[in-house]
């Protein structure tokens, strides 16, 4: 079955305490991206990948670090998480060899943070 | 000007009603447009794309105005199951690097 999967689903961690999202996806899709929804603010990206080893900052990066050292991984990492990154985060993957240069975005499940 | 607008709502409709919603976006250099719909903090899926004027699937119409820079969504003889908030996305600059997503407005369907 195709599917983005994150683990963990929901976290309650404290501030400071260093913590990693992790993101899977098994299409082979090249392109990745993680957001997070806050009410009234709808998604945000934070971070994107094109493919492995190639990342670059959304519109929401600071205190998010990520990797894409495989095609089929994208973890998203909270050095020094703080009480506003309390919030639901979404992993997402897309193809890129569509018709057009946008496709599909397949998201996962969502992780519920809560930074005390 | 936001880079995309969504009326929040909600807008409450009996089942059988036809209901629409719009998207305004401000970058006119792009070129393809999505509806998602979410279920209550669940992950978001896609409904439709709109790449040209417009799309439709079923009861569901998608259109482009290009020159007005909105994009709306058309549900004909909606359904309790289509109780959802419906998301608009706007890739940034023709690529999808970057995307804005909307806030969304939510429907509620009522038997």
């Known amino acids: 079955e195709a599917q983005v999967t994150q683990n963990p689903r929901y976290l309650i961690t404290v501030t400071g305490k260093k913590l990693t999202v992790t993101c899977s996806q098994n299409?082979?899709?090249?392109?990745m991206s993680w957001y997070r929804q806050d009410p009234g603010l709808g998604l945000r990206q934070i971070y994107y990948s094109m493919n492995v080893e190639v990342t670059d900052k959304g519109d929401v990066p600071e205190g998010y670090k990520v990797s894409r050292k495989e095609k089929r991984n994208f973890p998203l990492i909270l050095e020094s998480p703080s009480p506003n990154q309390t919030s639901l985060y979404f992993c997402?993957?897309?193809?890129?060899?569509?018709?057009?240069?946008?496709?599909?975005?397949?998201f996962g499940p969502g992780t519920r943070l809560t930074v005390l | 000007r936001k880079e995309v607008e969504q009326d929040p709502g909600p807008f409450n409709v009996p089942e059988g009603a036809t209901v629409a919603f719009n998207c305004t976006y401000s970058?006119?250099?792009?070129?393809?447009f999505f509806w998602y719909r979410q279920d209550c903090r669940k992950e978001p899926k896609l409904l439709m794309s709109v790449y040209s004027s417009g799309n439709e699937d079923g009861r569901f119409t998608a259109q482009l105005n290009r020159a007005s820079q909105y994009i709306s969504l058309l549900i004909r003889d909606s359904k309790l199951s289509d109780s959802a908030t419906y998301l608009c996305v706007v890739p940034r600059g023709g690529g999808y690097q970057k995307v804005t997503f909307g806030t969304g407005t939510k429907l509620q369907v009522i038997p």
């Open positions: 970058n006119s250099a792009s070129q393809s």
């Open positions: 997402a993957s897309s193809s890129t060899t569509g018709k057009y240069s946008t496709d599909t975005q397949y």
């Open positions: 299409m082979n899709h090249e392109y």
